[in-house]
């Protein structure tokens, strides 16, 4: 906010940014001379006379500049009114450079630990992973067993439940080291129901295990807490990563989804692969594969779904800070949404939304007009003929949806 003048109104910013380069273009054609005395410009003295009423005729609210006035400002403080404003830009500018490097850095680092290296013996002994959890995608679980891919590299890992990596290497070769653990700890075949849980854009499986231990524990459920490098690849591929998932729960009866924010979109997109599928472009054992699964699908339950896009993500499309850190998918839940809209389907099964939101047009977010529940889902969350919707009054993360 620029400094008010003695016995005139305040200038914003932008008012003294007219200002001054009125000054200075006057001072280029000889009409203001700058007085070495009073390091001031002048005309006839110490002071410049600026009309500037013409701009203001309509006389907008008490603070618009009524016509024809006339302000008399010194030329100092509107040429320190730029400067500030300049600076602050220049500030603002280095900032923002400075957030896009730390997110290069950090997935940089992510990328170097992601890239582990492969295993050689015959049965190597556990050793920790070495992290780059955004760069790794579950492509096969068995309880808490998990095969993963790195999306950077295509090499394959066999993990535990504490995440201590037994192979890697082909998935056929982190398969034999599996079965071979089969046999080795006696592991049965998986049986009864299943809940399949999928986490959100720049998120890992780790935000979604008290929701997993709860639903084991209180329903009985065989829980997969499906892990995926969210902003590394486009949500397509993330639905072929859990198609494969999907299809190797040899044994479980019943399939149940729960999803958080844009694990949404990649069950529905993989749902919609299904349905458009070309039978002349899988094999057999796919299609077979396929069929299984879709006969076992029974619930789904989406929370704080952008079934209609996210309104953020299209608002910061074009900023180059958004783009470092949520990749291809945020594109995609913005500006590209007409597109990935078409490739997703409406759950052939019995599905229901829960939404965070208010009821009312004050929501939990103020960066937007409707709220948490406008800021998620770009107007609605809701979906062809849903068959339960749900809002609780409570807000989340930023960018969920």
């Not at 200075?24 to 000889?30: D, I, P, R």
């Not at 920790?128 to 090499?155: C, M």
């Not at 329903?219 to 998932?245: C, D, K, M, W």
Request: aromatic residues 8%; contains cysteine; positive net charge.
């Amino acid at each position: 906010m620029a400094l008010p003048l003695q016995g005139q109104q305040p200038l914003d910013n932008a008012a003294a940014l007219r200002t001054a380069v009125y000054i200075v273009a006057q001072q280029h054609q000889g009409i203001l001379r700058p007085e070495p005395d009073a390091g001031q410009y002048g005309l006839q003295g110490r002071q410049a006379a600026v009309d500037v009423g013409d701009r203001n005729r309509s006389g907008r609210g008490q603070d618009a500049i009524p016509w024809r006035k006339k302000f008399i400002i010194i030329g100092r403080m509107a040429l320190h009114n730029a400067q500030f404003a300049a600076n602050a830009c220049m500030i603002r500018f280095l900032i923002g450079i400075g957030l896009m490097l730390v997110a290069r850095l950090t997935l940089f680092a992510d990328r170097l630990a992601g890239d582990e290296p492969g295993t050689v013996e015959p049965k190597p002994l556990p050793v920790p992973t070495l992290g780059g959890k955004q760069f790794w995608a579950d492509e096969l679980l068995f309880y808490q067993w998990r095969i993963q891919r790195n999306v950077s590299t295509d090499k394959y890992r066999l993990l535990d439940e504490y995440d201590m990596r037994h192979a890697s290497g082909t998935f056929e070769e982190c398969r034999a080291a599996l079965e071979h653990i089969k046999q080795e700890q006696h592991l049965t075949r998986m049986t009864g129901k299943a809940v399949v849980v999928l986490h959100g854009l720049v998120r890992s499986r780790a935000s979604m295990e008290s929701l997993c231990d709860y639903l084991h524990e209180k329903g009985n459920y065989q829980v997969f807490n499906v892990g995926y490098p969210s902003t590394q690849s486009e949500i397509g591929e993330y639905a072929r990563s859990l198609r494969h998932v999907i299809n190797n729960l040899d044994g479980i009866e019943e399939i149940n989804f729960v999803a958080h924010s844009m694990g949404n979109i990649v069950v529905r997109h993989y749902l919609g692969d299904l349905a458009r599928q070309e039978p002349w472009k899988q094999t057999p054992g796919a299609l077979a594969a396929d069929r299984r699964a879709w006969a076992r699908f029974h619930r789904f339950v989406m929370l704080g779904p952008p079934n209609q896009g996210a309104l953020l993500a299209a608002v910061f499309a074009n900023n180059i800070l958004f783009q470092e850190i949520f990749g291809d998918a945020g594109q995609q839940l913005g500006r590209d949404w007409p597109e990935l809209e078409k490739r997703l389907a409406t759950p052939p099964f019995e599905f229901g939304i829960i939404a965070g939101g208010r009821g009312n047009n004050k929501g939990y977010n103020p960066l937007l007009p409707g709220g948490q529940r406008r800021h998620r889902l770009g107007g609605c969350n809701k979906i062809g003929r849903r068959q339960g919707f749900s809002r609780r009054p409570h807000a989340s993360f930023i960018l969920d949806g």
